[in-house]
């Protein structure tokens, strides 16, 4: 996968969810694609944050609660949902 994601997301504004030293905000210009990485169940090793952060990633955190996957995911879109819906 290391391999795939510049290829398939070269220009993506890449965010790790990480319930520890995390941004608070999620950047975004230009219409760029944001692409969101949750980790499993059990979250993510040290070592899986430090290969996605040596592609790009920005780690992102929701606080300090570790949430289900399903329920991570939902909260991330929401999370994008409210800081870049203009409606």
Known sequence: VKEEVDALWPNSNRVVAHPYHGNQ???QSNNQTILL???????WT??????LEEH???????????LRTDTATV???????KEFDKC
């Open 25 to 27: 905000t999620i950047k």
């Open 37 to 43: 990485a949750v980790g499993p169940e059990g979250g």
């Open 56 to 66: 790009g990633f920005a780690r992102y955190s929701l606080g300090s609660r570790i």
């Open 46 to 51: 040290d070592e899986e944050v430090t290969l």
């Open 75 to 81: 909260a991330l879109l929401a999370q994008l949902m």
